[in-house]
């Protein structure tokens, strides 16, 4: 059986700017990918490439294809697509803070889910509402629903976004820096009900972050992007164990370890280019300790490597 | 919500106070004496101390203040000098037309405005979008009383279809109504589009199509009443600036109502009518003000959050 | 280049300007462009209509329109640009002095704006024509003040802005006084977008200037104004409507070039942020 989400050399632009240059991979039934990448390396892009919504922000599709449980996401008419999203495909944004309409009570904004996508009266609505608020773990669900917005704490929110990605009944869920904007206690626990939700549903799950902790926590593969690329991609154990990437272990490198005094977190030197400015070759060169003339020259082929792949000219494990 | 009313109520006192010293002293730096048009010509200096201690002319300014408030607070306005009428009997004849004409003015300002705002933000640099905005802009560069004058060549004059000037039935009203609304319409139209493609961009639209909503539901639903909040606001900010118009248009047409008795009484130096009129604007600029409080409240719970 | 000139690539922004060039440069030079006279009353020509002798036809005394026209651009101009100036420059100093000393001056000035911006520029400027007396110096004055309001607000929120900002924090750590960091440092920071509201400005208070004409209270007869041709109002509408029309039609056209103009300025500045909320 084919992956739920594919993205096959997917290539997007905002303009005349290409932002993402060939992404490809892949979120199995039942499992968690973990897309990794600094800030403006084009995770948040992908997730909108994912679900259909470029449009909104001026993006499109400029080569490459996009697959739902096998069907081209760019072959759908937007009615099909839109009965894709919230039905079958759950979004969690990154600011929980910024994400829910502020003059629309609560329980509203997650019955429209189910009412639009299973068809249930206002009551089966809300009643399935309350339902999921219980489930994840929320007190008073009754009252939570009746209030606004700005009543609730950032942690609270971010459940509700969570309990209307899940009112479809979705096969995919796909989580943008779900835990960014929150204090760090409540980020584990937004973490452990999007990993539970896997175990417990069969959901599968897009979670893009930057934190490598989080992906090691609870992801079964990993992608890593870089400037719009994808630098590697594999099961996140090898990978951990023996990253072939530079960059890959770069991000590794800055998870605190326990014992390490404060401070010392190997940082990466320098930052993620601008679209504009993508350097020639590999566009990790300017900031790779491995460079060589051939990473200047030509960008390095993603090639197999174990179970999964990599695109480095000099894939060697450092010592 | 009760209490932040009568908080915000109270806090239209000392604006109103503020307001009243400035209308009755620069009344009192208006040259032409109001007297003299009331003389006969060569009338004896003590008839002339006699009718100014008549009209209360011959007191210290403070005093005449602190007289004119407390009748004002009590209703009476004074008498006007010219027509030798209770001012309170002009006003309240003026009073009902301004009104009229303001009203619908407003409603047609907002509800042309909004339509015209939102078809132009859905369609947001197509043509309609700039037919739309291209027509708001030469809406809002007309002198209104030029546009009276030109509706009044085009539908009176060459068409017949409504009467040049009175305050004759529902037919006098269309082109004053129109003459005001035109402006009002381009302020709101423009307000409209500005803050329904700001609110498309906000965060909370883009869960609402990851939602699966449709694009035409979430703006009419979601976006438009983000949109009508700053609406509302400048609108409420701005009902003495459709009343302004109201005063040139009135003129135009020649309608009874506060802008001809405001520009009538300017020209006879009445100061007691000048004072009401420009007192009667001011109320309506604070009530103005406080709907705008309100209808935001009503419309925004963080709002009404904040007023506790 | 500069920005005043870059806004003329933009197509709209080209034309407008173009208009108000030539506008400008007709009330300059108005007697080369004409053979009749704005203030000589040729009774047996008055109402004609346009024709090879009179462009724009004749008023109720025989006067040629587009003389009266031209001339009228020369007051309408004259008068809306110099109050215009007066206001601003009031203003800033109003807003400048209310965002940087702060406290109950700043308070003092933010009510009185407030205040005054509610309530409408027509009516200040009839009351302050009736104190003033009518003629072009009291409608100047009157428009002026009637403004002053406006560019207070926007100066102190620019300032406001400015305030925070880490290169007068570090001007301010280099022991610059007051002085030196207001005049050196903020208000030339706050003279772009106060200057292209000022010139946005200057189209409403043309129309003002047309409105205070229209009742009569601006340029006196004979000296033409293009909103004191219209004076004689709905009588002529039967008679001779070119008369009303046309400088209708001058206002409404120049007015919108400013806009026109003033926009692709805004675009070319890259300023519209910094100048919303002046709705």
Redesign the interface.
């Known amino acids: 059986m084919s992956a739920l989400l594919e993205l096959q050399s997917v290539s997007v632009s905002i303009g005349k700017v290409a932002l993402l240059d060939g992404i490809g991979l892949a979120v199995e039934r039942g499992q968690i990918l973990g897309l990794v990448g600094e800030s403006g390396s084009g995770k948040s892009l992908t997730a909108m490439a994912a679900m259909g919504l470029l449009s909104l922000i001026g993006g499109r599709v400029t080569a490459g294809v996009v697959r739902f449980d096998g069907q081209d996401m760019a072959a759908m008419t937007e009615v099909q697509r839109r009965k894709l999203r919230g039905r079958r495909i759950g979004f969690v944004t990154q600011n929980p803070m910024t994400a829910l309409d502020p003059v629309q009570r609560i329980g509203e904004q997650v019955d429209i889910v189910s009412r639009l996508h299973l068809g249930l009266s206002r009551a089966d609505a809300r009643a399935r509402t309350l339902h999921l608020l219980t489930q994840l773990r929320i007190p008073e669900a009754a009252t939570v629903a009746e209030a606004w917005p700005h009543q609730l704490s950032g942690g609270m929110k971010q459940r509700i976004v969570i309990a209307m990605a899940l009112a479809g009944d979705p096969d995919l869920i796909i989580a943008d820096e779900p835990t960014t904007a929150l204090d760090v206690t409540v980020q584990a626990q937004i973490i452990q009900i999007l990993g539970n939700l896997v175990r417990d549903r069969g959901v599968s799950l897009l979670l893009i972050t930057h934190d490598m902790s989080v992906v090691a926590q609870v992801c079964d593969r990993v992608a890593v992007l870089y400037a719009g690329r994808v630098a590697e991609e594999g099961p996140v154990s090898p990978i951990f164990a023996a990253p072939a990437h530079p960059y890959t272990a770069a991000l590794i490198g800055c998870i605190p370890q326990e014992g390490m005094a404060k401070g010392s977190l190997a940082g990466i030197p320098g930052a993620v280019p601008s679209a504009m400015t993508f350097p020639a070759g590999c566009r990790f060169h300017p900031r790779c300790p491995r460079a060589s003339a051939a990473c200047c020259a030509s960008q390095p082929p993603i090639l197999p490597r174990g179970e999964g792949r990599v695109a480095c000219h000099h894939p060697e494990v450092a010592a | 919500m009760l209490p932040w009313l009568i908080k915000r109520i109270l806090m239209l006192v000392p ?1 109103f106070l ?2 009243s010293v400035v209308i009755f002293s ?1 009344l009192h ?3 032409g004496d109001p007297i003299d048009n009331l003389l006969k010509i060569g009338s004896s200096p003590e008839a002339r101390a006699e009718m100014e201690a008549r009209y209360g002319l011959d007191r210290s300014l403070p005093v005449q203040y602190g007289i004119w408030l407390s009748n004002v607070l009590q209703g009476d306005l004074g008498t006007a000098i010219v027509a030798r009428r209770p001012v309170a009997d002009l006003i309240a004849q003026a009073l009902p037309h301004s009104l009229r004409l303001g009203g619908l003015a407003l409603l047609f300002s907002t509800v042309v405005g909004v339509t015209l705002g939102v078809v132009a933000a859905l369609s947001r640099d197509r043509w309609s979008d700039r037919a739309i905005m291209g027509g708001v ?2 809406g809002s ?6 546009l009276g ?2 509706l ?2 085009v539908f009176s ?1 060459s068409l017949g279809w409504f009467p ?2 009175g305050a004759r039935g529902w037919q006098s009203l269309v082109l004053p109504v129109l003459t005001i609304g035109l402006g009002g319409t381009a ?1 709101v139209a ?2 409209t589009r ?1 803050s329904m493609i700001e609110a498309s961009g ?13 694009p035409l539901r979430i703006q009419l639903r ?1 976006v438009l ?2 949109a009508l909040i ?1 609406v509302v606001t ?1 609108l409420a ?5 459709i ?3 109201a ?2 248009v009135e ?4 309608r009874p109502g506060l802008g001809t008795l ?2 009538k009484s ?1 020209a006879q130096h009445d100061y007691p009518v ?1 004072q009401a009129c ?1 007192l009667m ?2 109320m309506a ?1 604070m009530l ?2 406080l709907m705008g409080d309100i209808l935001q409240a009503l ?4 709002v009404r ?1 904040a007023m506790t | 280049m500069i920005a005043p000139l870059r806004a003329f690539r933009h197509p709209q922004g080209g034309l407008a300007g173009c208009w108000l060039i030539l506008v400008i440069a007709a009330a300059l030079a108005a007697p080369l462009l004409t053979p009749y006279a704005y203030d000589v009353q040729n009774l047996p020509q008055a109402y004609q209509p346009a024709s090879a002798r009179h462009w724009l036809g004749t008023d109720e005394f025989g006067r040629d329109l587009l003389t009266r026209l031209i001339y009228g651009a020369r007051t309408s101009l004259s008068v809306s640009a110099t109050a215009i100036s007066i206001s601003v420059l009031c203003g800033m100093v109003l807003g400048a002095a209310a965002a940087w000393f702060g406290g109950w001056l700043d308070r003092a000035v933010t009510m009185v704006v407030d205040l005054s911006w509610s309530f409408p520029e027509i009516l200040i400027a009839l009351i302050l024509v009736a104190i003033i007396g009518p003629g072009t110096t009291g409608v100047m004055i009157a428009i002026a003040v009637a403004y002053i309001a406006q560019f207070t607000r926007l100066t102190r929120a620019q300032i406001m802005m400015l305030k925070g900002e880490t290169f007068i924090e570090a001007a301010r750590s280099l022991g610059a006084g007051n002085a030196h960091i207001l005049f050196r440092h903020l208000l030339p920071n706050a003279l772009a977008p106060v200057l292209v509201s000022a010139m946005l400005a200057t189209g409403d208070a043309i129309i003002l200037e047309a409105t205070l004409g229209f009742f009569g209270l601006g340029a006196q007869p004979p000296v033409p104004s293009w909103g004191g041709m219209m004076s004689a109002g709905s009588a002529l509408v039967f008679k001779a409507p070119w008369v009303i029309v046309f400088p209708g039609l001058a206002v409404a056209v120049t007015v919108v070039a400013i806009n026109l103009y003033g926009d692709a300025l805004i675009t070319e500045l890259d300023i519209r942020s910094r100048l919303r909320r002046e709705a």
């Open positions: 604006v503020a307001v620069i730096f208006i040259p802009l030469v560069t007309m002198p209104s009383f030029w004058l030109i009044i060549l004059v040049v000037s302020l423009r307000i500005v906000r965060d909370f639209v883009t869960l609402l199509h990851a939602k699966g909503l449709s979601h009443r983000h700053p400048i900010l701005r009902i003495g600036w009343l302004g118009g005063v040139t003129v135009v047409f020649a405001l520009i300017l000048v420009l604007l001011a600029v103005g003000t419309m925004d719970p963080r959050a």
